[in-house]
């Protein structure tokens, strides 16, 4: 049995969400699935009065690096199974505790009107960083201000200047609820995000100790320079964390892997960018240490969730701390922070 605090979080949750009684939700479960999740969202959607429908999948095609489904775009279990894919289609809401892919099946089911929440992190996680209407419309707002824009710049202390133009693809928005039809989204999360325009990306990116670099889920120790130009890493430099970056990268023997990807900020002030370090690896999706109010993430590699067409397995996201952002000259972070009225207005 779930705890009284999860099964709570969980209510409040698929409430935002729109769950609501005489729809179907299918829970999707895959391997790793958290046994107190998987039983907190069949108590949470019953109770809702939603028919609900459970469906276990098994072992993805691919043997995947540690695991890890944020690591490594490609086909999962799902990929193929066209009964699976049609009762998604044909139900309401998708409760995803294993990890759809994002660039194929998951926009088939999102676009039959299906919403997805996806559900990845512990309990605890999750008890911690219920969503609110607040957050959502915090997130909307600073969406909108990204929508509008055509050039995004991020300067940092530590050698950061990096340039991109705006407006190919559409905005990336996770306020951890799906209360629209065709919504996917992922909980605990809140940022905002957009990829640049192709082959826009220019200048360099420091990295620098106390960013994290995800998958690793590591902190990075020594300052990692990496040259953009024309929308794609160049070059990787600096001490062991470049080293060790530049070969994971290299094992997938890709060159899109390469590319600059999704670009945005987060919103969440429950979140903490020391949170990561507290956690077991296999424990957490670190969605808090891409969520923490004022972080700028970096992120590279695969474009098709945002409708483009690469379609790179290797894909990183790295949260930065202390960098400022303009927004078509217009200030939004200021050394980490959000700039007054970013917060939301
Ligand atoms: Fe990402």
């Not at 769950?19 to 299918?26: C, I, M, N, R, S």
């Not at 066209?82 to 998708?94: G, H, L, P």
């Not at 990890?99 to 512990?122: F, H, M, N, W, Y």
């Amino acid at each position: 049995m779930p705890s009284l605090k999860l099964l709570e979080a969980w209510r409040q949750t698929l409430a935002l969400s729109r769950l609501a009684p005489g729809e179907t939700a299918v829970i999707l479960a895959g391997p790793i699935a958290d046994p107190a999740n998987l039983a907190a969202a069949k108590l949470a959607a019953g109770e809702a009065g939603a028919r609900t429908l459970a469906i276990e999948l098994g072992e993805a095609p691919t043997i995947r690096l540690a695991g890890e489904s944020t690591a490594h775009y490609g086909p999962t279990a799902l990929t193929g199974n066209r009964a699976a894919i049609e009762a998604m289609k044909s139900a309401d809401m998708v409760i995803d505790l294993m990890g759809i892919d994002r660039g194929s099946e998951q926009r088939e089911i999102l676009e039959a009107g299906t919403r997805i929440l996806l559900v990845k992190e512990p309990p605890e996680v999750l008890m911690r960083l219920v969503p609110t209407p607040e957050q959502k419309r915090r997130v909307a707002a600073a969406a909108a201000r990204l929508g509008r824009a055509r050039s995004m710049t991020v300067r940092s202390g530590s050698g950061t200047d990096l340039t991109v133009a705006l407006g190919e693809y559409p905005c990336l928005v996770q306020y951890g609820f799906a209360d629209e039809p065709g919504r996917w989204d992922h909980w605990p999360s809140a940022f905002v995000a957009t990829w640049p325009n192709e082959g826009t990306a220019n200048g360099t990116v420091v990295l620098d100790r106390g960013d994290a670099i995800l998958p690793f889920k590591e902190y990075v120790r020594s300052p990692v320079a990496l040259t953009i130009r024309d929308g794609y890493i160049r070059a990787i430099e600096g001490e062991f964390d470049a080293l060790y970056l530049g070969d994971y990268m290299a094992q997938f023997r890709d060159s899109e892997g390469y590319a600059v990807s999704h670009l945005g900020w987060g919103l969440e002030p429950r979140a903490h960018w020391t949170a990561l370090g507290l956690y077991d690896k296999r424990q957490s999706n670190a969605m808090e240490a891409r969520s923490f109010a004022g972080n700028f993430m970096f992120s590279t590699g695969p474009n098709a969730e945002g409708g483009g067409n690469r379609r790179t397995p290797c894909h990183l996201d790295i949260p930065m701390r202390g960098c400022s952002l303009w927004l078509d000259g217009e200030p939004v972070l200021d050394a980490g922070e959000l700039v007054a009225g970013e917060e939301g207005a």
